[in-house]
């Protein structure tokens, strides 16, 4: 008679057994160095397999999804946003528009100007590292 320990146990290999135990190997200081150097930009587990199974080597599953297209205007969003005191002065306005104790001076409104500007440009920025357009929709 099957017992539910046994199911378990049975379900839990079936689910170990879904990937391949991984394999290990160590090399030298100069062989990996060769290695590094011959890979490129390949994960070092991709290239030595097509090295060793060429043609014949099994595709293996691509990174996530990542949605960065553009590394380097990500990197500009967030180093602006890094050296930017936009959230607290985003407060501070709010709080002073709230309160009614903002002067609306050309000074002001040309400050406020300037702010949007900015916040359009990282807005833009980052939506070109996902690989979208700035034109598109949220």
């Known amino acids: 008679m099957t017992t539910l320990r046994h199911k378990f146990h049975k379900s839990a290999i079936a689910k170990a057994l879904k990937y391949p135990p991984p394999f290990s190997i160590r090399f030298t200081f ?3 160095a060769r290695l590094d ?3 490129g930009n390949k994960p070092l587990s ?3 397999r097509e090295r060793l199974f060429g043609d014949d080597a099994a ?3 691509k990174r996530g999804n990542s949605p960065v297209k553009d590394t380097e205007a990500l990197g500009r969003v967030l180093g602006a946003l890094g050296q930017s005191r936009l959230s607290s002065n985003l407060n501070q306005l709010a709080k002073a528009v709230n309160t009614g104790s ?3 001076t050309p000074e002001t409104e040309a400050d406020l100007k300037e702010a949007c500007r900015e916040v359009a440009n ?3 920025d980052l939506l070109r590292a ?3 357009s ?3 929709g949220p």
Do not use: T
């Open 130 to 132: 996902l690989g979208k």
């Open 134 to 136: 700035p034109g598109d």
């Open 30 to 32: 100069e062989e990996r």
């Open 122 to 124: 990282l807005r833009a």
């Open 46 to 48: 991709a290239y030595i």
């Open 59 to 61: 595709p293996r599953k």
């Open 102 to 104: 903002l002067p609306v």
């Open 37 to 39: 150097s011959e890979r």
